[in-house]
């Protein structure tokens, strides 16, 4: 089944303690994407790459680091988390059309509570 | 004038009737442009992508007006299951990976 999976799905972590959401998708997808939603902001794009060892900033970057090894993993690592970073994480992931991504398909999501 | 921008709703419509949403983008040169829908606490799943002809699925059309600069998606006959948020998705065109959302326009089908 094609499909893009996230872990873990739910955690609650405290300030400062570093930790690592796994993104993995069995699609052969080049493009792959973070975001974080928020009540009132809607979904944001924290990083995103267009292919293996291509990572780029999206709009909310900062506080996070991604890495871009293989072409199914995009993990979403917080080196020092705050309570500014509870949110509900969303992974995706799409072929290209061109420099552009296509339809992108999305993770279950990861809610994360830093205290 | 905001990169993507929705009217948040919500829309409270009838079984059978017609809805539309516009949705306005600031930037003339962007290139990719979807609808999504997202179920309460639920994962975005693509509805269209929306091409420059317009396009259409069954109850759903996605229309693109450059000159406007707005997408609009109209879904006739609405069905209950139809109530969700829908969000509009624009490219960003310095760096075509960079996808803005809409806030979304929150839909609800009453019986």
């Known amino acids: 089944e094609a499909q893009v999976t996230q872990n873990p799905r739910y955690l609650i972590t405290v300030t400062g303690k570093k930790l690592t959401v796994t993104c993995s998708q069995n699609?052969?997808?080049?493009?792959m994407s973070w975001y974080r939603q928020d009540p009132g902001l809607g979904l944001r794009q924290i990083y995103y790459?267009?292919?293996?060892?291509?990572?780029d900033k999206g709009d909310v970057p900062e506080g996070y680091k991604v890495s871009r090894k293989e072409k199914r993993n995009f993990p979403l690592i917080l080196e020092s988390p705050s309570p500014n970073q509870t949110s509900l994480y969303f992974c995706?992931?799409?072929?290209?059309?061109?420099?552009?991504?296509?339809?992108?398909?999305f993770g279950p999501g990861t809610r994360l509570t830093v205290t | 004038r905001k990169e993507v921008e929705q009217d948040p709703g919500p829309f409270n419509v009838p079984e059978g009737a017609t809805v539309a949403f516009n949705c306005t983008y600031s930037?003339?040169?962007?290139?990719?442009f979807f609808w999504y829908r997202q179920d309460c606490r639920k994962e975005p799943k693509l509805l269209m992508s929306?091409?420059?002809s317009g396009n259409e699925d069954g109850r759903f059309t996605a229309q693109l007006n450059r000159a406007s600069q707005y997408i609009s998606l109209l879904i006739r006959d609405s069905k209950l299951s139809d109530s969700a948020t829908y969000l509009c998705?624009?490219?960003?065109?310095?760096?075509?990976?960079?996808?803005?959302f809409g806030k979304g326009t929150k839909l609800s089908v009453k019986p």
């Open positions: 995706a992931s799409s072929f290209r059309q061109g420099p552009s991504p296509y339809e992108q398909y």
């Open positions: 930037n003339s040169a962007s290139q990719s």
């Open positions: 929306v091409y420059s």
């Open positions: 699609m052969n997808h080049e493009y």
């Open positions: 790459s267009m292919n293996v060892e291509v990572t």
């Open positions: 998705v624009v490219n960003r065109v310095r760096s075509q990976g960079n996808l803005i």
